[in-house]
């Protein structure tokens, strides 16, 4: 029996930006219900994304072979401290983000005395991601081994807040044949299905980071079956955020100051949709299929970008449109068989430009005069408008519905940090996180492992205690520490052998 109908769960996630932690405290009910309590962000010290920079640097100069790029690191300490250091110091200022975002909820009076703070029952923590090799990319090569690199100790962090941690979520995914990414979609299913009570169904959950991706959770047309699926699409923020950094050392175009005041450039925009994504093996990954993940290392900043023949101003509103452009470009993708939404929720902080934000409506919208298409993808583009309008005929007249996920009645910029309280909740019930519809994975999987304060699951809350025995969760996972190092995912490079030899 469970000592409580619902858990309270803090998700922690710091993006491929490095700019900071997003945290968030939300309540997840037996029956599916998720409700947000408190959300907290912290920009990271300079220092500390200076050091997490170079780190990844290394992890990818080695193919995420974490007991080499440990060793390099290290040779160059002097620089930069040592890779236990600097990791420590990572899970640290998670750990005080955390503990922030709970004294912070003890001072809201709304949620105090309703909910007994000193009882959260655990952490979803995502760890920083420093290199991504799925089967997409390892495909073209039977020889290469894949593997995905999260740094983070989970043990480190539950000693640190007291509370049971859930973590290294993109591992179990990969060793099922998956490519471990997106891990958006299953918990934009649980959104959905609390929105289509609401009547606001089929949707689509677009998310604007680093990179930009897509979970479509709608129906069949015929049989009207629920159907998940989820992709990256590609670059969102990267080329705008390095632009603006290079040209005037400032971390994004806020609010679109500079790309409001230019033009799109066709040319520009066709030499980046054939050239500034290549995969390691030279594909445009533009125009690969779903199921599909990207890595912000395939995102070149080519040099028809930088060159100053075209206003800053010009360059940064193609890039800012590119952005948009793509994102539709992959919607496109959803197969035909699936009812297309008319409902898209956006989520993630790359919507506070403008500039992206409208070109994106535009485009679905089909204004075509103000936001223009390469000639290559306009017939791409017009189906896409029929499918849209079908949509819309089927359901009474309704047209495209644009708004920032908060609209829907979630906060937008508590996403990310919530998919991983989501993921850390699942993986209690045991749960799949993940499905072949939204990562290519052989089955649906149960994502993530545990770990409480002091190694000591006795230290559990009751509540997570009963429900742990009420879904016989406690091994629903990968989880043998003297063949996986805990400081970072069981899934980097090497980890076939390790297993092989257990």
Known sequence: MLARNYLLAIGAMTGNSLDGVDVVLTRFDEDGAITDLKAHSVSSPAQLTTKLRALRETINTTSGDMDAAVARFDEQSAQHGTFDEVQNDYVRFVADAILELIELARKDSSLVPAY?????????????????????????????????????????????????????????????????????PVHHQHLAEQLRKKGQFPIVFCNAGNTGN????????????????????????????????????????????????????????????????????????????????????????????????????????????????????????????????????????????????EHFTGLLQGDFANNPILPAHKELFDNLQSRLKTAGEANSGQEVVVEMSDSFGFDGTAMEARIFADA???????????????????????????????????????????????????????????????????????WHGRLAKA
């Open 116 to 184: 007994d703070l000193d009882q959260i029952d655990l952490i979803g923590f995502h760890g920083q991601t420093c290199a991504h090799f799925p089967p997409s990319i390892a495909r073209s090569n039977e020889s290469e081994v894949v593997y995905t690199c999260q740094i983070g100790d989970g043990q480190a962090l539950a000693d640190l807040t007291g509370i049971p941690v859930v973590y290294d979520f993109r591992s179990d995914d990969l060793m099922a044949g998956g490519e471990a990414a997106p891990l958006a």
């Open 214 to 357: 897509l979970t479509v959770v709608t129906v069949t047309t015929s049989g009207g079956d629920l159907s998940v699926m989820g992709w990256d699409a590609g670059p969102f923020n990267n080329y705008p955020d390095q632009l603006v950094m290079q040209e005037r050392g400032e971390e994004c175009d806020r609010d679109g100051q500079y790309g409001s005041r230019g033009k799109v450039n066709l040319d520009l925009l066709q030499k980046l949709f054939d050239t500034a994504v290549i995969t390691q093996d030279g594909r445009n990954y533009l125009l690969e299929q779903p199921p599909k993940s990207s890595d912000p290392q395939w995102y070149e900043l080519i040099a028809e970008l930088t060159e100053k023949s075209l206003s800053l101003e010009d360059r940064l509103r193609t890039a800012e449109y590119f952005s948009a452009y793509i994102l539709v470009h992959a919607l496109s993708m959803t197969p035909p068989h699936l009812q297309m939404p008319l409902n898209y929720a956006l989520c993630g902080g790359g919507w506070k430009n403008p500039v992206s934000r």
């Open 424 to 494: 850390a909740v699942c993986r209690v019930m045991a749960k799949p996180f993940t499905k072949p519809s939204t990562t290519g994975v052989k089955r649906d999987t149960v994502c993530g492992i545990i770990r409480y304060h002091a190694g000591d699951p006795s230290t559990a809350s009751p509540v997570l205690a009963s429900w742990l025995t009420f879904y016989s969760s406690e091994r629903a996972t990968e989880d043998r520490p003297a063949i996986f190092d805990g400081r970072w995912s069981r899934a980097s490079a090497g």
